[in-house]
């Protein structure tokens, strides 16, 4: 499965780096020197995808992989350089380009109450009493705490925090999220 990690953003500057929206709680490991990055071209970026063949008249292809050259943070964002991206006008052409890695190569969490969001989605969401809900359809990061998508048998959505005191229990041997809502929480 693929995660997404970043999105490229306009360029910055004439020598091919450009901006990248951050998406991940790691960023210095995935955007780190020599990191390969799977590239999967956005609404903005070019279309063809497949090798990068650049000169004179030859429009550049987004390749299938992005190697980092080089990251630095510039005034709050995250400004990065990618093998064979030299100029500005290959810069633009990324803009767009979503930025993954493959679930496969990310380590656990070291902290046994800490989740990636591709472990969670998809679990089954039931009460302490076993009563089935539905089930987690993604994860949105807010600023309070991160809030589980529920994708309600009704065919609607409803938000839950993700703090303690209302999920207590995650098994993911079970396949289940054990959620005790306070009253109404479900019906916004």
Do not use: C, W, Y
Not at 19 to 32: G, S
Not at 128 to 154: F, K, M, Q, T, Y
Request: charged share 25%; aromatic share 2%.
């Amino acid at each position: 499965m693929l995660l997404i990690v970043g999105r490229i953003g306009k360029p910055h500057g004439i020598r091919g780096e450009v901006t990248v929206q951050v998406r991940t709680d790691e960023p210095e490991t995935r955007f780190a020197p020599g990191m390969v990055l799977n590239a999967v071209p956005g609404a903005n970026a070019a279309t063809a995808t497949g090798p990068a063949p650049v000169g004179p008249g030859v429009p550049f292809r987004i390749p299938d992989t992005l190697t980092v050259e080089s990251a630095r943070r510039h005034q709050g964002r995250l400004l990065v350089a990618f093998d064979g991206v030299l100029d500005r006008d290959v810069a633009e052409a990324l803009r767009g380009t979503l930025l993954g890695v493959d679930s496969a190569d990310v380590d656990p969490p070291e902290d046994p109450e800490e989740f990636h969001d591709h472990e969670l989605v998809g679990l089954a969401v039931v009460t302490p009493d076993g009563e089935r809900l539905g089930e987690v359809a993604r994860i949105d990061h807010a600023p309070a705490s991160d809030l589980l998508v529920l994708r309600r048998p009704e065919g609607h959505t409803a938000l839950i925090p993700f703090v303690r005191a209302i999920v207590p229990e995650v098994d993911l041997a079970g396949g289940r999220v054990v959620v005790d809502p306070p009253a109404g929480l479900l019906d916004l």
